[in-house]
Each structure stands twice: as structure tokens, then as C-alpha cells.
């Protein structure tokens, strides 16, 4: 038999809880399965050492179960070749595809830390409908199954008659062909109304919206403000919140994204007690906080370092989770692709027919042309996108060069973002610095307690 050994790819938590029977418990992380895995004292230890005689001591269900969660791999697995040739394979499935549509690419607010270029355009009949020529052929295609769309802008609502116009065409060939459609959207949420969302979500198939919200009212306000320079702080979450207290989008997944960076890390709890006091603490509702970074723009005014935001986001998750905010303390899938860029799957069209592979080459200055990779006139059908310029990301990281290749999160991250690593920026999620605090979040949810929390046990 092949001895097992730790995998790289296993994170073991620094502190052992008790279980409801007043039983020890350590957890460890597999980001090759994304499992939060219970061990026993002894196991942690023999995990974390990889003594070999440990090891070896384990009974061997435990050895297979902790296999079975890829928690322990064959000495000699090439691991970082195993991950990143499933990131690969999953790049290559076919069978599903993501286009990301920009029905306009004009935005009614003008948020301070934005590095997008908005313009106004007359919307263009032709071009919308060689687009969605592009996304029928898609759904008529025998090899695909499942089609996706995201609207996103600008601000897409400022194009609701193209969405729902579209929409019913998608709607109907994913049915005339028994596939699968499905819609998700991101938006500045200023012009929602509640009849809006119910629309959304009962006629156009979308199941999924992120909106951003920077902090409460007041913050919200200054840094998120409309071009006609009135807020919509307000308006945003009373519709949010009537929309969840009335049912009226039941299977809609709201995200509610918060930028944060030094202007207003101060304000970050206040902003998630208006969030729960305002009913949003509901299971349709997500959580994501993410620190501001550079899109191409300077942002090093504001930026706040990667370390210092991770430590202050772990208090805020821990505010939000005593809130009964909803959010996902630790990754809970693996990722198949990166992103749009590195799966000739997906493509990002804008309004003027022009297809990308990277979502922020299209509205930021100066990437625009570089970032094309075809016209929608000029694809054949459902015919892939050609590749684009982050497309051979994973040679990048299985080379073992860059810091992704060495990092035990990338599983679950996938390197994040090839575009700002290009760049020279660290596109980290936070959980590279604060998993521990996470996977303690995510124990206690379980209903352990720390161990030591009521003076019981040593460590
Ligand atoms: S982006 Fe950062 S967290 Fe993600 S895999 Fe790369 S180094 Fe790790
Ligand atoms: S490379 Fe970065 S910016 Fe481009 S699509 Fe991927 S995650 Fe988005």
C-alpha cells in the first residue's frame, strides 16, 4: 500500500472545541474536497507533525475517510498537477456556458473608487439581436445543457426593456430545447422596485443579484452617489426588504456586496446592524464583504493591506454571524474555473457587439481594445470564444512559479484573479489570512464550543 501522507493542500485548525457530550474535537480544512473535517486529538497532532510512526498508528477507517477528503494523499502525488489539471478540466467542459451581457454600458451613479468608464449609447437593434442569436445557438446546441447569463453593465437596469425583450427569447428556446437557463445579475441596486425584482425572477429566469451597499446611509451615500447626486442607500434595502418580507422573488439569492476600504472600515458594523435591523439577517441573503483593490485605477489611497483587512473582516464576521447575517464562513466547493478568463466557456459581450474574456477589460480605459477577442458577427453558431489573454493561466501556476502554485487555499480560489496578478496586484481573498478565524466560525455553527471556553481541558 502507497503510504499516505498530509496533504499541502490540508489546513489543521490551532484549537480543540468540546462536542455537545463534552467530547474533545479538532478540525481540519481540505480545500482539495472543501470539507471541514473532525479529527481526534491525535490525528491533529499526527497531521500536523506528518510523522510518518503517527501516521502510521491511525486506525485505518480513518486513514480512508481522511482519504476519501483528499486530507491524505499518496507520498509522491504530484498534488499541485492533480489541482490544477482538474481546474483545467473543468475549464474545458463545454457543456455548460456563461455569457455575460452588457446591455448597456452607461451607470446613473458615480462611485468614488470606480475604475469603469461609462458612456451613453442609443441601443442598438441589430446588435442585441445577434447576440441573443449567439445565446439561442447555445441553448440549441446538442453538447451544451445548461446555459447561463449574467446582465451586467453599467448598470443593467437602466436596460430593462432589453433584458426582459432578451430574456423571453432565452426563456423560450432553453424550453423549446428542454435545457437549462438561468440569469443572474449585478447591479448598483438604485433603481430596483419590487415589482421589478418579482419580474426578474419570475419571467426572466433570474435566480441570483448582487447590489452593493458601502456602509450605512450616510456612508453609503457620500461614496455610492447617483449622477443626479441623491442617494439610494434607502431605497435599495426597503426594497430588499419588502421583496423578502412580502415573498415576492422566493427562489432569488440576493449577494449584498460592501466594499470596504479606509474610508469606511469604520462603519462596517454599524452598516451590518442596519442590514439585520432591517430584516436582511434572512436566508435569501448573502454576505460578502470584500476589500477594495485596484481595477486598473489607483486605489493605493484607500487600499487597505491584505493582512490588516483580513483580521478586521474576521471581527465583522463575527458581528454578522451573532447578527444571523448569512454568509459562508469557509469556501464550500472547489472551483472548477478561475473565472471567465480562463474557460473559453464563458464570455463577457458588450454593447456594441465585442466579445471579451475578462469582465473588466470592456468598460476600463485603455483595456478595451487589447481585450477583445472576436465579434459576436464574426463566431460561427455556438461556436467557443477564441482564447483570450489569461486563458493559459493554469500553465502559469502548474509551472510552479507563482505564489498560487505554492499556496494551500488554491482549490477553493483558483488564483483568484490572473488580471490583477498580471498586474502586479495580490487579488487574495481573505480567507488566505484569516481562515483560522473562519474555520472557528464555522465550527461553532456546528454547536462546538472552544475547549477551554469554560476552563475545561488543556490545550
Ligand atoms: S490568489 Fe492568493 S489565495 Fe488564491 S490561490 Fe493564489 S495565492 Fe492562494
Ligand atoms: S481575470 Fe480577473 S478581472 Fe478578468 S474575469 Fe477573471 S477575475 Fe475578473
Known amino acids: 500500500m502507497t503510504a499516505l501522507v498530509p496533504s499541502r493542500y490540508l489546513l489543521i485548525g490551532e484549537r480543540p472545541y468540546r462536542d455537545a457530550d463534552g467530547g474533545e474535537a479538532w478540525f481540519g480544512y481540505a480545500t482539495r474536497s472543501a470539507a471541514l473535517i473532525r479529527l481526534d486529538r491525535a490525528t491533529a497532532a499526527a497531521l500536523r507533525s506528518g510523522d510518518p510512526d503517527a501516521l502510521a498508528g491511525l486506525d485505518p477507517a480513518e486513514h480512508r475517510r481522511l482519504a476519501r477528503l483528499r486530507a491524505l494523499v499518496g507520498r509522491g502525488e504530484d498534488e499541485l498537477a492533480a489541482v490544477t489539471g482538474g481546474l483545467r478540466e473543468g475549464s474545458a467542459r463545454t457543456s455548460s456556458r456563461s455569457v455575460t451581457i452588457m446591455p448597456t454600458s452607461y451607470c446613473n451613479m458615480a462611485c468614488s473608487y470606480c475604475g469603469q468608464e461609462h458612456v451613453k449609447a442609443a441601443h442598438d437593434r441589430v446588435r442585441a439581436d445577434r447576440t441573443a442569436r449567439r445565446v439561442e445557438a447555445m441553448l440549441a446546441d446538442p453538447g451544451v445543457d445548461t446555459v447561463s447569463v ?220 487589447t481585450g477583445v477577442v472576436a465579434r459576436v458577427a464574426d463566431l460561427a453558431g455556438s461556436a467557443r470564444r477564441p482564447a483570450g489573454a489569461f486563458d493559459d493561466w493554469y500553465d502559469q501556476v502548474g509551472d ?34 484569516n481562515w483560522a478565524e473562519r474555520l472557528d466560525l464555522a465550527v461553532r455553527r456546528r454547536g462546538f464550543t472552544p475547549f477551554d471556553a469554560d476552563g475545561g481541558g488543556a490545550r
Not at 432565452?170 to 430596483?192: C, D, E, P, Q, V
Not at 469557509?330 to 457587439?353: F, H, N
Not at 498586474?423 to 481573498?429: D, N, Q, R, W, Y
Open 400 to 433: 510552479g512559479g507563482a505564489q498560487c502554485s505554492r499556496c494551500p487555499i488554491l482549490p477553493v480560489c483558483g488564483g483568484s484573479c490572473p488580471k490583477l496578478w498580471r498586474e502586479g496586484h495580490l487579488p487574495c481573498p481573505s480567507v488566505k489570512f
Open 150 to 369: 449574467t446582465w451586467f453593465g453599467g448598470e443593467p437596469l437602466l436596460a430593462l426593456r432589453v433584458i426582459r425583450e432578451l430574456s423571453a427569447r432565452f426563456t423560450a428556446a432553453a424550453a423549446r430545447h428542454g435545457k437549462t437557463y438561468r440569469a443572474r445579475m449585478a447591479t448598483n441596486g438604485s433603481l430596483l422596485t419590487v415589482r421589478t425584482l418579482a419580474e426578474l425572477h419570475r419571467d426572466c429566469a433570474l435566480d441570483e443579484m448582487e447590489l452593493t451597499v458601502d456602509g450605512p446611509e450616510e456612508v453609503h451615500d457620500r461614496r455610492r452617489l447617483r449622477r443626479n447626486g441623491r442617494g439610494s442607500f434607502h431605497r435599495t434595502v426597503t426594497v430588499l426588504a419588502e421583496t423578502l418580507a412580502r415573498g415576492a422573488a422566493p427562489g432569488l439569492r440576493i449577494g449584498i456586496r460592501v466594499n470596504i476600504d479606509r474610508d469606511n472600515e469604520d462603519s462596517v458594523t454599524d452598516l451590518l446592524n442596519d442590514l439585520a435591523c432591517l430584516g436582511l439577517a434572512h436566508p435569501q441573503v448573502t454576505l460578502h464583504l470584500i476589500a477594495v483593490h485596484s481595477w486598473g485605477n489607483d486605489v493605493s489611497e484607500v487600499e487597505l493591506a491584505a493582512r490588516a483587512y483580513a483580521l478586521r473582516e474576521a471581527g465583522w464576521l463575527r458581528t454578522a454571524e451573532a447578527l444571523g447575517l448569512h454568509f459562508a464562513p469557509l469556501p464550500a466547493a472547489t472551483v472548477r474555473t478561475t473565472c471567465t478568463a480562463t474557460t473559453r466557456s464563458g464570455e463577457i459581450v458588450d454593447t456594441e457587439g465585442r466579445v471579451y474574456s475578462c469582465s473588466e477589460h470592456p468598460l476600463v480605459p485603455g483595456a478595451r481594445d
